[in-house]
């Protein structure tokens, strides 16, 4: 019998595969391929994908598509960043993969040491996973944990608002139910208090009664409740997937004290509002509020790669230490802390650090004022414009007609995911002033259009 090989030394010789033809392309993945959120039966072919650079994807056809959505929000500089790719072909180069229990790499040490340098104060204690769902899982599972430990197994309740999403596996889909997703699981998830979030807007004159009012609401909730309860879960200044809605930094830090005099974990989930999507690098900055826990995922690794972080404080790390294992948080994934992440996030930090990043950042928020706010002021097909960081979003008139306009956009070249009736742009930072410029007229026009059912 022939000896088992050691791996050849260098395969970068391997052939690619042979390319598919637009036409093949799309019958295989019809037959093979199950989307997310796509109804298979009516959807029309996959928009098949060639390359990406900076703001841009292009087809097959070779036709440009400008991302306006940052390829679900994870794309922060730009698709093909040489610098974040280049970081990723030299780390694969020497480690590529290892086990993170009982081991350790210098990437992961380093991208937490840099993160926390960024982070408030207390947030120190990193845990790595693959996705903003997991970092929501873990999240949940350590606040409940946590109170365990302590000794407090009644602090059981678990505390949202009114619109969070917070990903698709069970925890984060109990945290985000009232998001309007997950009714075919109703039976797999466990039972979340939900309190009001006052949506704004630009120009909004009723936002500080409806804040009042939900803070009522919670120090009443918090009145019965707030000694049962472990942690509240927030998607700090933006509701993102239920429509971008927007509260001000004045309403979380009220609901925020009234959640500390009662002892409750505050989790803020800035799986989309985090690495600068908001203009300050993470919306817990940009409301001056540092929680128990952070989620983070999407932009970590600049949209490169999947990874997640949960970070927490000490405090709520030494609940976990004791001689007993069973005192110990024993979750993990195979892919925990891949060193081919931490190489690509520790590249994307470099680049969002970068001054030039704010400026774009600036830059695209004023870009986004001066575009939009004529546009949605002109006419009775647009409303409630709000604006924070570099996500514009306001609503469109008309039942359906957002969706309906999604398609025509496409073809004109602009990719738009449009929420219900938000009509929404979050583009990756490197997005021109042209590039923007084009995305508001297409949109004018498509507003003009009517798209009636
Ligand atoms: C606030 C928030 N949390 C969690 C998630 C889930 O992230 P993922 O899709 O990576 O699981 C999302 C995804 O959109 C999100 O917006």
Same mark, same amino acid.
């Given at each position: 019998?022939?000896?088992?090989?050691?791996?050849?030394?260098?395969?970068?010789?391997?052939?690619?595969?042979? $390319?598919?033809?637009?036409?093949?392309?799309? *019958?295989?993945?019809?037959?093979?391929?199950?989307? $997310?959120?796509? &109804?298979?039966?009516?959807?029309?072919?996959?928009?098949?994908?060639?390359?990406?650079?900076?703001?841009?994807?292009?087809?097959?056809? =070779?036709? #440009?598509?400008?991302?306006?959505?940052?390829?679900?929000?994870?794309?922060?500089?730009?698709?093909?960043? /040489?610098?974040?790719?280049?970081?990723?072909?030299? !780390?694969?180069?020497?480690?590529?993969?290892?086990? +993170?229990?009982? +081991?350790?790499?210098?990437?992961?040490?380093?991208?937490?040491?840099?993160?926390?340098?960024?982070? %408030?104060?207390?947030?120190?204690?990193?845990?790595?996973?693959?996705?903003?769902?997991?970092?929501?899982?873990?999240?949940?599972?350590?606040?409940?944990?946590?109170?365990?430990?302590?000794?407090? %197994?009644?602090?059981?309740?678990?505390?949202?608002? &009114?619109?969070?999403?917070? =990903?698709?596996?069970?925890?984060?889909?109990?945290? =985000?139910?009232?998001?309007?997703?997950?009714? /075919?699981?109703?039976?797999?998830?466990? $039972?979340?208090?939900?309190? %009001?979030? $006052?949506?704004?807007?630009?120009?909004?004159?009723?936002? !500080?009664?409806?804040?009042?009012?939900?803070?009522?609401?919670?120090?009443?909730?918090?009145?019965?409740?707030?000694?049962?309860?472990?942690?509240?879960?927030?998607?700090?200044?933006?509701?993102?997937?239920?429509?971008?809605?927007?509260?001000?930094?004045? +309403?979380?830090?009220?609901?925020? #004290?009234?959640?500390?005099?009662?002892?409750?974990?505050?989790?803020?989930?800035?799986?989309?509002?985090?690495? =600068?999507?908001? @203009?300050?690098?993470?919306?817990?900055?940009? *409301?001056?509020?540092?929680?128990?826990?952070?989620?983070?995922?999407?932009?970590?690794?600049?949209?490169?790669?999947?990874?997640?972080?949960?970070?927490?404080?000490?405090?709520?790390?030494?609940? +976990?230490?004791?001689?007993?294992?069973?005192?110990?948080?024993?979750?993990?994934?195979?892919?925990?802390?891949?060193?081919?992440?931490?190489?690509?996030?520790?590249?994307?930090?470099?680049?969002?650090?970068? %001054?030039?990043?704010?400026?774009?950042?600036?830059?695209? #928020?004023?870009?986004?004022?001066? @575009?939009?706010?004529?546009?949605?002021?002109?006419? /009775?097909?647009?409303?409630?414009?709000?604006? !924070?960081?570099?996500?514009?979003?306001?609503?469109?008139?008309?039942?359906?007609?957002?969706?309906?306009?999604?398609?025509?956009?496409? #073809?004109?070249?602009?990719?738009?995911?449009?929420?219900?009736?938000?009509?929404?742009?979050?583009?990756?930072?490197?997005?021109?002033?042209? &590039?923007?410029?084009?995305?508001?007229?297409?949109?004018?026009?498509?507003?003009?259009?009517?798209?009636?059912?």
């Amino acid at each position: 019998m022939k000896e088992a090989t050691a791996c050849p030394p260098d395969a970068r010789g391997a052939a690619d595969p042979a $390319p598919l033809d637009l036409a093949s392309l799309q *019958a295989l993945d019809r037959d093979l391929v199950w989307h $997310p959120f796509t &109804q298979a039966r009516t959807a029309p072919p996959a928009t098949a994908v060639r390359s990406a650079r900076g703001a841009a994807l292009t087809d097959f056809q =070779g036709r #440009e598509i400008l991302d306006l959505v940052s390829s679900w929000w994870v794309t922060l500089h730009g698709h093909g960043h /040489p610098a974040i790719a280049r970081a990723i072909a030299r !780390q694969a180069e020497t480690l590529e993969q290892v086990i +993170f229990a009982g +081991f350790t790499h210098q990437p992961a040490v380093e991208l937490c040491r840099r993160l926390t340098a960024l982070l %408030p104060g207390g947030l120190r204690r990193c845990f790595f996973s693959d996705n903003g769902s997991t970092a929501v899982e873990v999240a949940l599972k350590m606040a409940c944990q946590a109170w365990r430990n302590r000794g407090e %197994p009644g602090r059981g309740r678990f505390l949202a608002f &009114q619109g969070g999403y917070h =990903g698709d596996t069970v925890g984060a889909m109990s945290a =985000g139910v009232s998001s309007g997703y997950f009714k /075919p699981w109703k039976r797999l998830l466990f $039972p979340v208090d939900l309190l %009001p979030a $006052p949506a704004t807007w630009l120009g909004d004159a009723t936002a !500080q009664a409806r804040e009042d009012a939900a803070l009522d609401q919670m120090e009443r909730h918090l009145g019965r409740y707030g000694d049962r309860t472990a942690a509240a879960i927030i998607e700090p200044l933006v509701q993102g997937a239920s429509g971008m809605r927007m509260h001000r930094p004045r +309403f979380l830090r009220g609901a925020v #004290e009234r959640l500390r005099a009662k002892g409750v974990l505050v989790i803020f989930d800035e799986v989309m509002t985090g690495f =600068g999507r908001l @203009g300050a690098l993470f919306g817990c900055l940009e *409301a001056g509020i540092a929680p128990d826990l952070v989620c983070l995922s999407k932009g970590l690794t600049g949209g490169a790669l999947p990874m997640a972080l949960t970070i927490t404080t000490d405090a709520v790390h030494e609940a +976990f230490l004791d001689e007993r294992m069973d005192m110990a948080f024993l979750h993990g994934h195979s892919f925990t802390a891949n060193p081919l992440g931490c190489a690509a996030a520790l590249a994307s930090l470099d680049l969002l650090l970068d %001054p030039a990043c704010a400026a774009a950042r600036a830059r695209i #928020e004023r870009r986004h004022r001066a @575009g939009l706010a004529p546009l949605v002021a002109a006419g /009775p097909g647009a409303s409630r414009l709000r604006i !924070q960081g570099t996500i514009a979003a306001f609503q469109v008139a008309g039942p359906g007609r957002a969706a309906r306009m999604r398609p025509w956009l496409l #073809e004109r070249g602009l990719l738009v995911r449009p929420l219900g009736s938000t009509l929404y742009l979050l583009p990756p930072y490197c997005i021109t002033d042209g &590039q923007l410029d084009r995305a508001y007229e297409g949109i004018a026009e498509g507003l003009a259009c009517g798209f009636e059912p």
